[in-house]
């Protein structure tokens, strides 16, 4: 039984990523993990958008996350 939350309009973002992520269909996943990876090698981001994005693409399933058809 899921755990609880004190404040019932708190959000708990990881749970709601897992359920989000688990209804994504593979391309979408990877769609997903293919911005972040952008994100990651663009110049122009700042180190806490790419430790967000880095952070998201481990959720996602890193390298796994990738679709090929």
């Known amino acids: ?3 609880l939350r004190k404040d019932p309009q708190q959000r708990d973002i990881k749970a709601d990523a ?5 209804e ?5 996943i ?3 993990a293919r911005g ?7 110049p122009n ?5 790419k430790k967000n994005s880095e952070q998201a693409l481990k959720d996602l399933g ?3 996350a990738f679709f090929s058809k």
């Open 1 to 3: 039984m899921p755990e």
């Open 18 to 22: 897992a359920l989000e992520n688990a």
């Open 24 to 28: 994504l269909q593979p391309e979408e």
């Open 30 to 32: 990877s769609n997903k």
């Open 36 to 42: 972040h990876k952008a994100n990651l090698s663009n």
């Open 45 to 49: 981001t700042s180190e806490e958008s």
């Open 62 to 64: 890193g390298e796994d």
